[in-house]
C-alpha cells in the first residue's frame, strides 16, 4: 500500500463489503471517533447499524509539538460499527489488515487486554488493544454502554490507529515522512499545524474564555435538551467535551476540579443517550433498514 | 474408563486472568462432578488465552447408583390380617418396579409404614455433563463479564466447544455454541483440527502450532529467558506480574531478541525497566545495577523474526523517548515546590487531601523519631517529599514507579542521600512477596505509610470483611507487621496508635485499630508456622510489643521439643484452672502455713526477678528456663495443699497468691494453652 490515502480506500472497499455505510467524519472536534454521532447514536437501541468512516480526532494532551514520531494532538481514526457483532469479528478485523496489504503471518500480532472507558462519554466496553509486532494499531471494543445506557445488543466498535498502520505498510519510521499521496507527505500536510496547536493548547489557550465557552455550551446543550434538540444538544456536549480537552492540556485543572468538568459532560451525554431513546427511536424500526 | 475432553474455545481472555479462570473453572467442574456422583480420575487442566480445556481421566459411564427408602402404604393398609400384601402394597411395588422380598417395615410417628428399598440407577454421563458443564462456567468468578450476543455473560466470548468421551462427541451446548469433534489451532500458523479421539487432544494442538499445556508454555520461556541471560551476561528483570502475563500471552511463543538504542541507556534503571516490562511486552534485563543493551520479547507464533525485532526496537524506542521527555518535563520543578500542590488532590473523601496525609505521616514519623532514636530533621524531610512524585508525569504515566521516582529525583534536587532513600523505599513493601526498607529511615517512613493507610480507614468505617477490602487495608496492616517482626522494631505499638488516633477523623473506637493490628500479627505468626497452641498461648494477653510476641513465640517453639515443657503446661495448667471464675487478689506471705506452700513461696520470690530480667532483655527462653524451675514446687503444692479450703481467709490467701503467680507466666506465655501429649 504506497500511500495513506490507499490504505483509506482500501479500508472503506472492505467494510463497504461487509455491509456497512460508509459515512463522513463529523464536522466538530471530538477526542475520538466514538463521538461521531454515527457512533454515539447508531450503538443505542435495538436497530442493527454497520458503519465505517475516517476521524481526525482531537487530543490536545497528546500534542508534541511535530518532533514525536508517532504522537500527534490530531490523529486520524478509522472507526467502524458492527452491530450486533458478527460471531467471526476477530477474523474478520484480521482480514480487513490483509485487504490493506499487512501480510500477519510474517508479523506478531497480539489481542491484549484492554478495556475502554470514555468517562465523559458515560461509556464502556471490554476488549484489546491490537498489537502489531508490540506496537497498539487499533483499540476493538465491545460496547457495553453508552451515554450512562446498556447496550441490548452490544456494538463492536474497531477504531484503527491509521498512522501507525501506515508506518508499517509504508516501512518508514516516522508518520511525517508518510505519503498521504504520491506527491504529497504527512509532515507536509500536518507538521506545522502539530506545533502550532501544541503552542497554543499548552501555551496559549486562554484559560477563563475556556472556561466560559465551556459554561455557554453547557448551558445551550440543556436548553436544547428541554426542547426535545437531541442533535443540536449533542453538538453543544461536543464542545464541552472538546473545551474540557483543552482545560486539561493547558493543565488548568486540579484533580477534584477535573472530575466536576468529566461529571458536567457525561451528565450531558446521559442526557442525550435517553432523549435519543425516548423521543427518536421511540418509533419501531422498519425491516428495510436493516444491513 | 473413558476419556473425556472438553474444550471452550473463547476470543482472547486477558493474559492476566486466564490462568486463575482456568483453575477456577477445574475446580467448579471438579465439584459439579463429585455432587453427581460420577467417579473419576485425574483431572488435567490446560488453557491458553483462546481456550479453557479439561481432560479427565477414567471418567465413570454414567453417575453412581443411589440406593434409597421410598415410603409406602401403612402396614395397616398395606398387609391384610394374614400378613399377605394387599392390592395397595401390590401397587406400590408395581409401581417401584420392587420385589415383595424389598420391603421393610419402619415406625413414622405412631404408625408403622412399609418401605421399598429403591435402587435408582445412575444416568448416563453424557447427560449429566450436559447439565454440569454449563453450570461450571457460570459457576467462574470473572473481573469483569461481558455479553456479545445478549445471552450468556463471560469474560470474553465463547466460540467453540469441544467435548468429546473417548471417540464420541457429547451433546452439550455452551452459550449457545453447540459441541463438536472441531478445534482451531494458531491463529495464523495452524489450521482447524478434527480431533478423532479425546487422546489426541494434546498432540494435534502442538502439530497446530498451540502449547495447550501451560508447564509446557513455562519451560520454553524459562529456557529462553536463561539463554539469553547466559549469551549476554545479563539477569532478566522480571516480576510476578510479567511473568503471568508472559504464561497467558501466547499459544506459540517464540523469543525475539532486541536492542535499545545506546541514547536511552542513560535514562534511570527503574525507568527503562518499567518502560519494558509495561503491559507485560518485554523482559527487560540487567547488568550489575544498570540496564542491559538488549531486551527478550516472546512474539506469538512464527513470524519473520527480523521483522518483528524491528518492530520492537520501534516500539521500545518510541516509549523510551515518551519516558525520556517524562523525565525531562518533570525535572523543571524541585519536587519540594510540588507539595503544595498536594493540597489539590485528594486522597480519600474522608481522609483528606494528599497533603492531609502528608502532614499526618510527618507526625507519626515525629513519634518514630523518638522510639528509634533517629534523627527527626531528614526523616521529617523524607515525610514531607514522599508523595509529591504522584504529581509527576512519569509516576503518572508508570504508576510502579511510585517512591522509585521520588528517591531519583530527590536526589538529583540535591536532598540528603538519606533522604532520597527513605522516599524511594517507603512504598515498600507493596505486595507480601515484596521486600522491605532496608535504610532505617526508609523503615520508620514506611511504618509511619502503612500505619496510616491502615488507621485512616478503619476510623471512618472501612473495615475489611471477607473479600472486601478496597482501601487494601490487610496489606498495609501486613505490611505493619512484617516491618516490625522482620526489622526487629521495639516499641509499644498500641500505645503509638493512641497517640496518633486523634489526628484521624471519624468515630471507629481505636480498639478497632489495636484489634485490627493484633489479628494482623496472628496471621503473621500462622505463616511463620507458629503452632496454632503456641500462637494462642503467647497471644493470651494483649501486648503492643508486637516483636515480643513474636520473640516468646520463637522461644516457645524452639522448647516444643523438650520434654520439661508438657510437664510445666500441666502444672501451670492446674494453676490457671483453680483460678478459673475466682476473683482473689493480694495475699498475705505470713498465712501460709503448709510447708509446700512456703516451699513454692520462696521459689516465686527466687524465680520472678530472673524472670523479670530475662524479659527486660528480651532472652525469652531465659524466662521459661526460669519458669520451668517453678514445675516441681507447683506440683508438690497442688498435691498437698488444699486451696479451696473451708477457712475463706486462708482460701482467699492462697488464690490470691496463686494469682500473682500466673500472672508472671502469662507474661511470657498462657502454657495452658499449649496442646500436651498425655
Redesign the interface.
Known amino acids: 500500500m504506497r500511500t495513506f490515502q490507499d490504505m483509506v480506500l482500501a479500508l472503506h472497499r472492505f467494510w463497504r463489503d461487509q455491509g456497512c455505510a460508509i459515512v463522513e467524519p463529523y464536522d466538530l472536534e471530538k477526542g475520538a471517533g466514538t463521538f461521531n454521532p454515527a457512533t454515539f447514536f447508531g450503538v443505542l437501541g435495538p436497530r442493527p447499524w454497520r458503519v465505517a468512516y475516517v476521524e481526525p480526532s482531537r487530543r490536545p494532551a497528546d500534542g508534541r509539538y511535530g518532533e514525536n514520531p508517532i504522537r500527534f494532538g490530531l490523529h486520524h481514526q478509522y472507526q467502524v460499527i458492527l452491530k450486533p457483532p458478527p460471531a467471526d469479528v476477530q477474523d474478520l478485523y484480521l482480514r480487513s489488515l490483509e485487504a490493506i496489504g499487512l501480510d500477519l503471518r510474517e508479523h506478531d500480532v497480539k489481542f491484549s487486554h484492554d478495556d475502554w472507558e470514555s468517562p465523559t462519554l458515560g461509556a464502556w466496553g471490554v476488549g484489546w488493544q491490537v498489537w502489531l509486532d508490540g506496537m497498539e494499531i487499533t483499540q476493538f471494543t465491545y460496547f457495553q454502554q453508552m451515554g450512562g445506557v446498556d447496550l441490548d445488543p452490544p456494538s463492536v466498535e474497531l477504531t484503527y490507529g491509521l498512522e501507525r498502520i501506515a508506518l508499517f505498510l509504508q516501512g518508514v519510521e516516522s508518520a511525517f515522512d508518510l505519503r498521504w499521496a504520491e506527491w504529497l507527505t504527512y509532515g507536509e500536510l500536518f507538521r506545522e499545524r502539530e506545533r502550532q496547536f501544541s503552542v497554543y493548547h499548552f501555551e496559549q489557550a486562554d484559560v477563563e474564555r475556556a472556561r466560559q465557552m465551556f459554561d455557554f455550551h453547557e448551558a445551550e446543550a440543556k436548553e436544547c435538551l428541554d426542547r426535545g434538540l437531541v442533535f443540536p444538544a449533542y453538538d453543544h456536549t461536543l464542545r464541552c467535551s472538546h473545551l474540557f480537552n483543552t482545560l486539561d492540556a493547558r493543565g488548568a485543572l486540579a484533580t477534584a476540579e477535573r472530575e466536576s468538568y468529566i461529571a458536567r459532560v457525561r451528565a450531558l451525554a446521559r442526557g442525550c443517550a435517553e432523549a435519543y431513546l425516548a423521543e427518536v427511536i421511540g418509533a419501531p424500526v422498519s425491516p428495510r433498514d436493516r444491513p | 474408563m473413558p476419556l473425556f475432553l472438553l474444550e471452550i474455545g473463547l476470543?482472547?481472555?486477558?493474559?492476566?486472568?486466564a490462568e486463575a479462570v482456568a483453575q477456577a473453572f477445574r475446580e467448579a467442574f471438579v465439584r459439579e462432578l463429585e455432587a453427581a456422583r460420577v467417579p473419576h480420575g485425574q483431572v488435567r487442566l490446560l488453557w491458553t488465552?483462546r481456550r479453557l480445556a479439561l481432560l479427565v481421566e477414567d471418567l465413570a459411564e454414567k453417575q453412581e447408583d443411589v440406593v434409597e427408602e421410598v415410603r409406602g402404604p401403612a402396614v395397616s393398609v398395606g398387609l391384610d390380617p394374614q400378613g399377605n400384601l394387599t392390592p395397595a402394597a401390590l401397587g406400590f411395588l408395581r409401581r417401584y418396579g420392587g420385589a415383595p422380598q424389598d420391603l421393610v417395615r419402619r415406625p413414622v410417628g405412631e404408625k408403622e409404614y412399609l418401605f421399598l428399598r429403591v435402587r435408582r440407577p445412575g444416568r448416563p454421563t453424557a447427560e449429566i455433563l450436559r447439565e454440569i458443564v454449563p453450570r461450571a462456567l457460570s459457576a467462574v468468578p470473572c473481573s469483569?463479564f461481558?455479553?456479545?450476543?445478549?445471552g450468556m455473560a463471560f469474560l470474553?466470548?465463547i466460540?467453540w466447544v469441544v467435548a468429546l468421551l473417548d471417540g464420541d462427541v457429547v451433546p452439550l451446548e455452551l452459550a449457545g455454541v453447540r459441541a463438536g469433534r472441531l478445534s482451531y489451532g494458531h491463529?495464523?500458523?495452524g489450521s482447524a483440527v478434527e480431533l478423532g479421539h479425546a487422546g489426541d487432544y494434546v498432540g494435534a494442538l502442538r502439530a497446530a502450532k498451540v502449547l495447550v499445556d501451560p508447564e509446557e508454555r513455562a519451560r520454553l520461556l524459562r529456557e529462553a529467558i536463561a539463554g539469553v541471560e547466559r549469551e549476554h551476561g545479563a539477569r532478566a528483570a522480571l516480576s510476578p506480574e510479567l511473568w503471568t502475563m508472559l504464561l497467558g500471552?501466547?499459544e506459540w511463543p517464540r523469543p525475539?531478541v532486541g536492542r535499545i538504542p545506546s541514547e536511552f541507556l542513560e535514562l534511570p534503571e527503574p525507568v527503562v525497566v518499567a518502560a519494558l516490562r509495561e503491559?507485560?511486552?518485554?523482559v527487560p534485563l540487567t547488568r550489575g545495577g544498570r540496564i542491559a543493551e538488549v531486551f527478550l520479547?516472546f512474539?506469538?507464533?512464527?513470524?519473520?523474526p527480523e521483522?518483528?525485532r524491528?518492530?520492537?526496537e520501534?516500539?521500545?524506542g518510541?516509549r523510551l523517548?515518551?519516558a525520556r521527555?517524562f523525565f525531562e518535563e518533570d525535572r523543571k520543578l524541585p519536587l519540594s515546590a510540588r507539595v503544595p500542590?498536594l493540597k489539590?488532590?485528594?486522597y480519600e473523601a474522608r481522609l483528606g487531601t494528599l497533603w492531609d496525609r502528608v502532614e499526618r505521616l510527618r507526625q507519626i514519623c515525629a513519634h518514630l523519631a523518638r522510639l528509634f532514636g533517629l534523627p527527626l530533621e531528614p526523616l521529617d524531610r523524607a515525610a514531607l517529599l514522599c508523595k509529591a512524585d504522584l504529581l509527576t508525569v512519569m509516576v503518572r504515566e508508570f504508576p510502579e514507579l511510585e517512591g522509585v521516582m521520588g528517591g531519583i529525583y530527590a536526589r538529583l534536587d540535591g536532598e540528603g542521600a538519606e533522604v532520597a532513600r527513605a522516599i524511594a523505599e517507603h512504598v515498600r513493601p507493596r505486595t507480601r512477596e515484596d521486600s522491605l526498607p532496608e535504610s532505617p529511615l526508609g523503615v520508620a517512613l514506611s511504618l509511619a505509610d502503612k500505619l496510616d493507610g491502615v488507621i485512616g480507614p478503619i476510623r471512618v468505617g472501612e473495615i475489611p470483611t471477607g473479600s472486601r477490602d478496597p482501601y487494601g487495608v490487610r496489606r498495609r496492616g501486613s505490611a505493619v507487621v512484617r516491618l516490625i517482626l522482620e526489622k526487629g522494631l521495639r516499641f509499644d505499638l498500641f500505645a503509638l496508635v493512641e497517640e496518633v488516633a486523634d489526628l484521624y477523623p471519624g468515630t471507629e473506637p481505636v480498639a478497632r485499630v489495636k484489634a485490627f493490628l493484633w489479628d494482623r500479627l496472628r496471621s503473621a505468626l500462622e505463616e511463620r508456622a507458629i503452632p496454632y497452641d503456641i500462637v494462642d498461648a503467647v497471644m493470651a494477653q494483649e501486648d503492643g510489643d508486637f516483636l515480643g510476641v513474636w520473640e516468646r513465640a520463637q522461644a516457645l517453639r524452639a522448647w516444643a521439643g523438650r520434654p520439661e515443657l508438657p510437664a510445666l503446661a500441666l502444672a501451670f495448667g492446674r494453676v490457671r484452672n483453680i483460678l478459673k471464675g475466682q476473683e482473689a487478689q493480694g495475699f498475705d506471705p505470713a498465712l501460709f502455713r503448709e510447708d509446700a506452700e512456703k516451699d513454692l513461696w520462696h521459689a516465686y520470690q527466687r524465680v520472678k526477678p530472673q524472670v523479670e530480667g530475662a524479659l527486660a532483655a528480651h532472652r525469652y527462653s531465659e524466662a521459661l528456663e526460669a519458669l520451668a524451675s517453678l514445675k516441681a514446687p507447683i506440683d508438690r503444692y497442688f498435691d498437698e495443699v488444699l486451696v479451696m479450703c473451708e477457712d475463706g481467709r486462708v482460701r482467699a490467701n492462697r488464690l490470691g497468691f496463686l494469682r500473682e503467680l500466673s500472672e508472671l507466666f502469662l507474661r511470657v506465655a498462657d502454657l495452658s494453652r499449649l496442646v500436651v501429649p498425655g
Do not use: H
Open positions: 476470543e482472547d481472555l486477558p493474559a492476566e486472568e488465552l469483569k461481558m455479553r456479545w450476543d445478549g470474553r466470548p466460540r491463529r495464523f500458523f500471552q501466547t525475539v503491559e507485560g511486552k518485554f520479547g512474539a506469538e507464533g512464527e513470524g519473520n521483522v518483528i524491528r518492530g520492537y520501534r516500539v521500545v518510541i523517548r515518551d521527555s500542590a489539590g488532590v485528594v
